[in-house]
C-alpha cells in the first residue's frame, strides 16, 4: 500500500525561526518519487521539489532545504529564516509504479509563520 | 501562474443538481487529473487521463464522471449533488503517461452544495 504521513498538523513558529517538517512514506517499490507542494492562503497549489528513490542527495533551494533518507523512509523539509510569507499548508506526497504513478497526498501541515 | 485554467472559480448549487467543472491544461501537458479537497478528506485523487483515455481511477462516487477531449481540455461531471460533495476541485496537468513528473494544478473550483 502507498500511504504518506504527515504527523504534524499545524505548526506555529516565530518569523527568522527554523522550522522542519516531516513526512513519512510507505511504498514496497524501490521505483518512487516524492514530492512536495506549498498551498498558500489564496488556495493554489505549487509545486516545490521532486526527488527519486535512487537520489538520496540532500537538496537546498535558497531557505529551502529537504533531507531525503530511505532508510527511515523520510523526506523532510526545512524552511531557514521563516517568513511570514511562508504561511501556508504543505503537502509531501508519493508517486509509484505500484500506486500506478498516482500521485498520493499527505494530508498536509499548516503553517504558522508569526511576524 | 500554472498554465492550468480552471472553470468556474465557484459554483453554488443545490443538491440534487449536476454540474460540470471545465479544465485546460498546460499547454504541451497530455496528462490531467482530478482531484478533490475536502476538510476532512485532504486531497483525495479523483480520476486521470491521458490523451483522451482513461488511465488511473482514485475514490471517485459512481455520481462522478470526467472525460478528456480531444483538445485535451477535460470534464468533471458532478451529478445528484449531496451536501458532501462541498469542496475545492482541482485540476492538473502534467507531461508524462506514468506520474512522475510534477503536477501542475488550476486555482481549483470551489463547489458549494446547499
Known amino acids: 500500500a502507498q500511504k504518506v504521513t504527515q504527523a504534524q498538523t499545524e505548526i506555529s513558529v516565530v518569523e527568522k525561526e527554523d522550522v522542519t517538517l516531516d513526512c513519512v512514506y510507505e511504498t514496497r517499490d524501490t521505483t518512487y518519487y516524492l514530492f512536495w507542494y506549498k498551498q498558500p492562503p489564496s488556495g493554489e497549489l505549487v509545486f516545490l521539489i521532486r526527488?527519486?528513490?535512487?537520489?538520496?542527495q540532500n537538496e537546498i533551494s535558497g531557505r529551502y532545504s529537504w533531507n531525503f533518507q530511505k532508510s527511515t523512509s523520510s523526506f523532510n523539509f526545512t524552511i531557514t529564516a521563516s517568513q511570514v510569507v511562508d504561511s501556508a499548508v504543505y503537502f509531501c506526497a508519493l508517486s509509484s509504479y505500484t500506486g500506478g504513478f498516482k500521485t498520493i497526498f499527505g494530508a498536509g501541515t499548516r503553517l504558522f509563520v508569526k511576524a | 501562474d500554472s498554465g492550468v485554467t480552471q472553470t468556474p472559480k465557484h459554483l453554488i448549487t443545490a443538491t440534487g443538481q449536476r454540474v460540470t467543472l471545465r479544465c485546460s491544461p498546460r499547454?504541451?501537458?497530455?496528462?490531467v487529473y482530478w482531484y478533490q479537497q475536502s476538510l476532512d478528506q485532504g486531497l483525495q485523487f479523483l480520476i486521470q487521463?491521458?490523451?483522451?483515455?482513461?488511465?488511473a481511477k482514485g475514490n471517485i462516487l459512481e455520481r462522478f464522471s470526467a472525460q478528456q477531449f480531444p483538445d485535451l481540455h477535460s470534464e468533471l461531471n458532478l451529478s445528484s449533488l449531496e451536501l458532501g460533495d462541498s469542496a475545492l476541485y482541482f485540476c492538473a496537468s502534467s507531461v508524462a503517461v506514468e506520474d512522475n513528473s510534477p503536477l501542475h494544478f488550476g486555482n481549483g473550483t470551489r463547489l458549494t452544495v446547499t
Open positions: 499547454s504541451g501537458d497530455l496528462s
Open positions: 526527488r527519486n528513490s535512487f537520489d538520496e
Open positions: 487521463y491521458y490523451n483522451g483515455e482513461e488511465r
